[in-house]
């Protein structure tokens, strides 16, 4: 057996089967390039679904969690310490926000922005107790906790985990109307992706974003912009809901905030809003740890460059025009904004996963007929076209 075969079939035999990852097993990655133990090596066009948006093992982020591991990496929340003010206060300057909730993984995030949206609805808008509901996307993909598929609408993801949280109502991506006919007195939050990216990069109608705006702001409702995939750089600015020039009451944000290095999410809200919360009432033992704090504030520092989102505009214009020379007959439609693309087939899109794979090229579909493209923000131009000349042909099978 080869080394390949060995490692897969130990976690195979081992491991849950709660993924179908690519028949590869990776060794070591630097900036958009991968390496896997036989030694061949792939252009990574996934970026760890923007996990990896500044490229695998970053120097300047290594870098900082380097000084930080050789310093203090973890005091729980008991005590302070010399990274954590430090941090709260440039996120919270990123996002033009007042406070920061620090947690780790994305789902956590989420879980977290909910519950802030509940308590704050019963404390401050005065929805009677028990009463909020908070509005969600058909489409939506937010996380995997038992509340979070609750209100999805994936059968992968929601089936055979009930009873489900209530307090959650489902409307249409993109419908104006049906968000409006939905809302009441009792909406205490509208939870929105501002691209939907499981789903398929799915970009809403040109003005959804500001019509969300306007009504939550009309209503008295937060508007929650789940940023975690589509923020950061990801979509040309540093967060996608800027597109429509639009401001939402609560950031969450994560996945390119731990630098591609270790979980780290953050909520991002007003004093207003962050301020309903006291001491006891939610935590985190490893949310705002000093090794956390201290890849986060690089990935802030680089970020107010403005380097990588000026990046992921102008190579997006380039990823988007060769997407758009696909022939008709390959490609059903093309989705997304920066470097973040959902190619939609005509048919499976997992054998063309497998065939780029084999041409040097890694990409992931999902739900069956997309093929999601997100390189790393740091990709070279002739590496871009690298890919994509290879996923012509992959797709001529």
């Known amino acids: 057996?080869?080394?390949?075969?060995?490692?897969?079939?130990?976690?195979?035999?081992?491991?849950?089967?709660?993924?179908?990852?690519?028949?590869?097993?990776?060794?070591?990655?630097?900036?958009?390039?991968?390496?896997d133990v036989e030694g061949n090596r792939?252009?990574?066009?996934?970026?760890?679904?923007?996990a990896v948006n500044f490229g695998h093992r970053n120097p300047r982020l290594t870098a900082a969690?380097?000084?930080?591991?050789?310093?203090?990496?973890?005091?729980?929340?008991?005590?302070?310490?010399?990274?954590?003010?430090?941090?709260?206060?440039?996120?919270?300057?990123?996002?033009g926000k007042d406070m920061v909730l620090p947690m780790?993984?994305?789902?956590?995030?989420?879980e977290t922005a909910l519950k802030t949206a509940r308590k704050w609805g019963y404390e401050v808008k005065g929805v009677p107790a028990g009463q909020a509901n908070i509005i969600t996307f058909e489409g939506n993909f937010h996380g995997r906790t038992t509340t979070i598929v609750s209100f999805s609408?994936?059968?992968?993801?929601?089936?055979?985990?009930?009873?489900?949280?209530?307090?959650?109502?489902?409307?249409?991506?993109?419908?104006?109307?049906?968000?409006?006919?939905?809302?009441?007195?009792?909406?205490v939050g509208v939870l929105i992706e501002p691209i939907q990216g499981e789903a398929g990069v799915n970009v809403p109608?040109?003005?959804?974003?500001?019509?969300?705006?306007?009504?939550?702001?009309?209503?008295?409702?937060?508007?929650?912009?789940?940023?975690?995939?589509s923020g950061l750089g990801r979509t040309g600015t540093t967060f996608a809901v800027e597109h429509e020039d639009v401001v939402p009451d609560v950031y969450i944000l994560g996945k390119a905030l731990g630098g591609g290095i270790m979980p780290v999410s953050a909520v991002v809200a007003d004093r207003d809003v962050l301020g309903v919360f006291k001491p006891g009432q939610h935590g985190s033992t490893f949310g705002g740890n000093p090794l956390a704090c201290a890849i986060g504030r690089?990935?802030?520092?680089?970020?107010?460059?403005?380097?990588?989102?000026?990046?992921?505009?102008?190579?997006?214009?380039?990823?988007?025009?060769?997407?758009?020379?696909?022939?008709?007959?390959?490609?059903r439609e093309v989705r997304g904004r920066g470097l973040w693309a959902g190619v939609e087939l005509h048919g499976r899109a997992r054998p063309v996963s497998e065939r780029l794979m084999e041409l040097g090229v890694l990409a992931k579909e999902t739900h069956e007929t997309t093929l999601r493209l997100a390189p790393p923000l740091v990709?070279?131009?002739?590496?871009?076209?690298?890919?994509?000349?290879?996923?012509?042909?992959?797709?001529?099978?």
């Open 65 to 95: 969690a380097r000084r930080q591991l050789d310093r203090v990496t973890l005091v729980s929340r008991a005590f302070d310490h010399d990274q954590f003010g430090p941090f709260v206060t440039e996120l919270a300057e990123l996002c």
């Open 298 to 331: 690089e990935v802030i520092a680089m970020l107010r460059t403005g380097e990588y989102q000026e990046r992921s505009r102008t190579l997006g214009a380039h990823l988007h025009e060769r997407l758009g020379l696909l022939p008709g007959d390959l490609v």
């Open 379 to 397: 990709i070279e131009r002739e590496d871009l076209d690298w890919a994509l000349d290879r996923l012509e042909t992959a797709l001529k099978g």
């Open 205 to 229: 109608p040109s003005g959804f974003l500001r019509a969300v705006r306007e009504l939550c702001t009309a209503n008295g409702t937060l508007m929650i912009a789940d940023e975690i995939q």
């Open 104 to 110: 780790n993984s994305g789902a956590e995030a989420v």
């Open 42 to 50: 792939y252009l990574d066009m996934l970026a760890a679904y923007s």
């Open 153 to 187: 609408t994936d059968p992968d993801a929601k089936d055979s985990y009930g009873p489900y949280t209530p307090g959650f109502r489902t409307v249409p991506y993109g419908d104006v109307d049906a968000l409006k006919a939905a809302m009441d007195a009792s909406t």
């Open 1 to 35: 057996m080869t080394a390949t075969e060995q490692l897969r079939a130990m976690s195979e035999e081992h491991s849950a089967h709660n993924y179908h990852p690519l028949p590869i097993v990776v060794a070591n990655a630097e900036g958009a390039w991968l390496t």
